[in-house]
């Protein structure tokens, strides 16, 4: 009997050591996918997501990572701060081993401060504010580039290529455009310009005849608008019915369809800041065409974004052999990474160290990437 009893211990010391070890290693790696997907800024906040949806469904048809399959938990922020704060608890508390995201710097800042605590790898694929990465956080990363980058390009580009003195600059007062019209502020300044008007309005406004009456008169050479396309676009119709044919320019925010639908496909010095265009690069075309085979529609502006971020990201816990934020982080720190934007390397505060920004312009009815002045 006794030992009946013991070999029955035994088994079940075996049985409870094994269910301990099968919850100890779920069968999946799941991987938030956080953004915007509802609101004013849910199509591009969307698009990007969709891009990172691609390289997943790559990775789990060649094996996916660490041997197991990679199971997206995807979550709405709706571009609200808190909501982020609320989405970055909940994906934590899910076990996610990493997050790609969010959109909106806005609410990137805010959840990045909870993953870092988790020591979480958070990779934004469009939150360009510097304060981001300043935080000084291990597992903070983005692979796009800081509006202190992004807002010399479009000041040297009104100072230098258009060769103007005095712009007007408005924003929509939210944690990136408000950022990002500062430093463009700065930099024409430092340029030696004028900032004849500088504002902001809340992001949901739409009425901005208070601020174009002041632009009139001013003598403003340009008009800078710090903000998304939704408010963006509106803000551009109604400077050209308030009488001012001013150059208007912005920045990655207008980087959308929807706001070349709003100005009109033949609108005339219209500008935008952004990436390079990758369009007709070789290793562009198997996304391209799979973005547009899954989701039956042409890629976003951000989907190519939220695609190499995905592709980093899994590439670097592959390397480790692990899903561990200090090891992961190790390795996207510790070489370079090839993506359909190019070769990139990070540098110590997550940042690439090359940006590429260049300015875009509506043609065609479209946005298309600026000759360069010969």
């Known amino acids: 009997m006794r030992k009946l009893s013991l070999l029955l211990s035994l088994a079940v010391a075996t049985m409870l050591t094994g269910c301990q070890k099968a919850q100890e290693a779920p069968a999946t790696i799941k991987i938030g996918l956080a953004g915007a997907q509802t609101g004013s800024d849910g199509q591009i906040g969307l698009s990007m997501i969709n891009g990172s949806l691609v390289a997943i469904d790559e990775w789990n048809a060649k094996g996916g990572l660490l041997g197991k399959q990679i199971e997206p938990m995807i979550l709405d922020d709706g571009a609200q701060p808190q909501q982020a704060v609320t989405v970055a608890q909940s994906l934590i508390g899910s076990g996610v081993a990493a997050v790609i995201g969010h959109f909106n710097s806005g609410c990137t800042i805010p959840a990045s401060r909870l993953y870092n605590d988790a020591k979480i790898v958070e990779i934004s694929p469009g939150s360009t504010n510097p304060l981001y990465t300043e935080q000084g956080f291990p597992y903070a990363f983005r692979i796009c580039g800081r509006d202190d980058q992004q807002g010399v390009v479009i000041a040297s580009f009104l100072h230098d290529q258009l060769k103007l003195n005095k712009i007007a600059i ?205």
């Open 170 to 374: 408005l924003d929509d007062k939210t944690t990136y455009g408000e950022g990002l019209a500062k430093v463009v502020k700065k930099a024409f300044e430092d340029k030696g310009g004028t900032v004849v008007m500088f504002q902001g309005i809340d992001k949901n406004d739409r009425d901005f005849r208070a601020n174009l009456s002041i632009v009139q008169g001013s003598g403003a050479e340009a008009f800078v608008w710090g903000g998304m396309y939704a408010a963006g676009g509106p803000l551009c119709v109604q400077l050209r019915q308030a009488g001012l044919n001013i150059p208007f320019v912005s920045d990655d925010g207008c980087q959308d369809q929807a706001f070349v639908d709003t100005v009109g496909g033949t609108a005339q010095n219209v500008f935008v800041s952004f990436g390079k265009d990758y369009h007709n690069l070789p290793a562009a075309q198997p996304f391209l065409a799979a973005y547009q085979k899954k989701f039956n529609q042409p890629e976003g502006a951000y989907s190519v974004y939220g695609y190499d971020a995905a592709n980093v990201l899994f590439t670097a816990i592959q390397t480790a052999g692990t899903t561990d934020a200090e090891k992961v982080s190790a390795v996207m720190k510790g070489q370079p990474f090839d993506t359909i934007l190019g070769k990139i390397e990070f540098d110590a505060k997550g940042d690439l160290k090359q940006a590429g920004y260049v300015i875009w312009t509506v043609k065609d009815g479209k946005l298309q990437e600026l000759a360069p002045t010969p």
